[in-house]
Each structure stands twice: as C-alpha cells, then as structure tokens.
C-alpha cells in the first residue's frame, strides 16, 4: 500500500522480499490502500499495519489472526477509539470496501456495519502507539 509518489529503495524490497502494492486508485485515502492489499494478497487473511506503529506485539497479532478466523475484519479498539490501521482483513470484506469506495466514502469504519467486525479490545497495550508528529518520535527514541 506504499504512495507510488514516494521514492521507495528497491535494494530493500530485494532484501526483504517485500512487495509494493500501490493503490488501485490514487487519493482514496487508506481504505483504498487497504481493498489494494487485500485484493492482490495471495492469502484469505491480511494483517495491515500502518508505518507510523513502531512496535509490534507479536502474541496480539497472533490473537488477531486467529479471531479472523469466524469474522470478515477484526479491528483493535485502543482508549482512541478504532485502529482500522492494525487490523486484520479477509478477502470476504473487499466486496463491503469496493461498495463504500464507489459510493464515494472514505472511511474504514464504513465498512464494519457491513461486514462480519470483530471489534477486538486492546485495553493497556503499553506497546501500542502511532508516532504522527516529531514530537511523538522524539519521545519513543527517548524512551528506548
């Protein structure tokens, strides 16, 4: 889901066998990006995670993946509200994503009432945090 306008290192992707995806339609925002993994993705199941989340908990993504198993989308709840950005997706729910991005919706959340969404409780996740600002970066790095 990488923005094609931004330079991205080739040398990396060989490295890591990563694969960039770009969206299938620009300026559609993250649901776009979203319904462009899911839609090429090999397997049933996709875990999207937004670049700006430094840490990983490995057990709570393991959590995620096997509650996919009986839903369409199970999407973390945090003391923020929804975080559609560390969620798991199956490909069931590109149906619901394609609908909401032809009817002229850009929100993640739009897709849940439509979809089978698990809303997955995060509670105090000390490790779970989106670095937005300069600010918020200069805290995580002192803090490590």
Known sequence: MMDPSVPSSPKLRRSTRITAIPDRVLGKG?????????EAARHDRVFVIACDIPVIDLDTAKRMLALVEDFDCVIPMSPAGHEPLFAVYRKSALRAMC???????????????RERTHLFDLGHAPWYRNLN????????????
């Not at 600002?133 to 490590?144: H, K, M």
């Open 133 to 144: 600002t300069r600010e918020d970066v200069a805290t995580f790095l002192g803090e490590r």
């Open 30 to 38: 993250p649901l776009m990006g979203i319904a462009s993994a899911v």
């Open 99 to 113: 609908e909401v991005l032809e009817a002229g919706e850009r929100r993640i959340s739009a897709i849940f009432p």
